[in-house]
């Protein structure tokens, strides 16, 4: 399933190279590419992406808890409001490389959704969730999400210290990754907010 979603990305990161670089060329030599710009989104835009950030947190939540119930209903929910995004709402993007790019992460996540309800056990769940969590976070950025603040968390020692990232949308550090063995462990690595820009 990794290798699948590793080759759609490449392979959709290509064709999106190709084709900037594409219609760069065939508008002449003197020609600048157009830069990928986006005006705040509306508010069906953002309240479709809080639909699907809210499935992503029941999600955390029900992986904080240890609950494979709760992490199935999250999963099965944040897979359909993946799928019906509304990203024919986003403003600004006159190439349309913002929603081709916005399509492929949602595929991702769409897909490592259903895969969290297709696993057995929590510890799978959780590194599907890992995918999820950073397929959000890019589109996220790609969208220049506008609605909330969203706070990237990290842990170092998940997945064998490895380390893996999650989203929050408060401070508090509540690790998803082990859950009550070691709930506070984690830091804010990072955080967008696009409300004011």
């Known amino acids: 399933m990794k290798k ?7 392979i959709a990161g290509a064709m999106i190279v190709y084709r900037m ?30 639909n699907l950030l809210n499935s992503y947190y029941n999600l955390k939540d ?6 494979t119930s709760k992490a199935n209903l999250a999963a099965s929910q944040m897979s359909g409001h ?8 986003i403003q600004g993007d006159s190439t349309g490389v913002i929603k081709e790019t916005a399509l492929t992460f949602t595929g991702t996540i769409s ?30 950025r790609v969208v220049k999400y506008d609605g909330q603040k969203i706070y990237y968390m ?11 990232y999650w989203l929050s949308n408060n401070v508090t550090v509540r690790n ?5 063995k070691m709930l506070t462990c984690g830091n804010i690595a990072d955080s967008l907010d696009y409300r004011n820009k």
């Open 62 to 67: 029900a992986l904080i808890e240890s609950d």
């Open 4 to 10: 699948v979603i590793l080759v759609v990305l490449i």
């Open 154 to 164: 990290f842990c170092p020692m998940a997945f064998d210290d490895k380390g893996a």
């Open 82 to 89: 993946s799928e019906n995004l509304a990203l024919k709402e």
């Open 111 to 140: 897909g490592s959704s259903k895969a969290v309800v297709a696993e057995k056990n929590i510890e799978s769940k959780r590194k599907e969730f890992e995918m999820i969590t950073e397929a959000l976070w890019n589109l996220s």
């Open 21 to 50: 670089f594409s219609n760069t060329k065939s508008a002449g030599k003197d020609a600048k590419p157009a830069p990928l710009t986006i005006d705040k989104n509306s508010s069906a835009f953002n309240q479709s992406f809080e």
């Open 176 to 180: 998803p990754y082990f859950g009550k």
